[in-house]
């Protein structure tokens, strides 16, 4: 298994431009979540997904979007840049009957 | 609603000594679940250990084990026998009955040969 993989690993975008983070896993979970973490201030849940078709807000929802249409795919995205999105984007994956998440390797992604 | 909060924002520890790492949560359910993650310069963040806030006996894996204080809200890891390996950021965290999992402002450890 690949785990949880997600693309790019790094990105540089202008404010204003959109894009779209990519997070795949091969694990057959069905939880995914997205989290973003800044300097000191640890991981904080953007959006997360409890199953194909079904999405709900985090903590920091605000300038993101998501959408389940598979079990394996749980793209981000960013629908106008700011400066404040400067940020490593971590998507995480569990199993129902399991507590813990898996990781991916992250997306840096600088906004200028 | 959780919080987490890590009062070491630093510490080191000389190979093979033992270092604990403190952690400090609220939280107002009665079911939820502690991790401690750790998180390489590689970014990558892995799981560590974990407790229900249900079972009493303490976790453990292999060099690492915590502390649950249920009572003070206390959740510590203690690394045994350190390697230059564990040299990393851990992060505290307490997940609920939510998806959320909300974590601490991380503590980086630095290991001295």
């Known amino acids: 298994n690949a785990g949880v993989t997600q693309t790019p690993k790094f990105q540089v975008l202008k404010t204003g431009q959109s894009m779209t983070l990519q997070c795949a896993q091969d694990?057959?979970?069905?939880?995914m979540s997205w989290y973003r973490q800044d300097p000191g201030m640890g991981l904080r849940l953007i959006h997360y997904s409890v199953g194909a078709g079904i999405t709900d807000q985090g903590e920091v929802p605000n300038g993101y979007n998501v959408s389940r249409s598979t079990t394996e795919d749980f793209p981000l995205r960013l629908l106008s840049a700011a400066p404040s999105q400067t940020s490593v984007y971590f998507c995480?994956?569990?199993?129902?009957?399991?507590?813990?998440?898996?990781f991916g390797p992250g997306t840096r992604l600088t906004v200028t | 609603a959780q919080t987490v909060t890590q009062s070491q924002p630093e510490m080191s520890v000389q190979e093979a000594e033992t270092v604990t790492l403190s952690c400090t949560y609220d939280t107002s359910e009665s079911d939820y679940y502690l991790f401690w993650y750790k998180q390489p310069p590689s970014r990558q963040m892995i799981l560590v250990i974990r407790?229900?806030?249900?079972?009493?006996q303490n976790a453990t894996e292999n060099r690492f084990s915590v502390n649950f204080q249920k009572a003070a809200k206390s959740f510590s890891l203690k690394i045994s026998d350190s390697q230059l390996g564990d040299a990393a950021m851990y992060f505290c965290?307490?997940?609920?009955?939510?998806?959320?999992?909300?974590f601490g402002k991380g503590t980086k450890l630095t290991v001295n040969p």
């Open positions: 407790q229900e806030a249900y079972k009493q």
């Open positions: 965290a307490c997940k609920g009955g939510s998806e959320k999992l909300v």
């Open positions: 694990m057959n979970h069905e939880y």
């Open positions: 995480a994956s569990r199993q129902g009957a399991a507590i813990w998440q898996y």
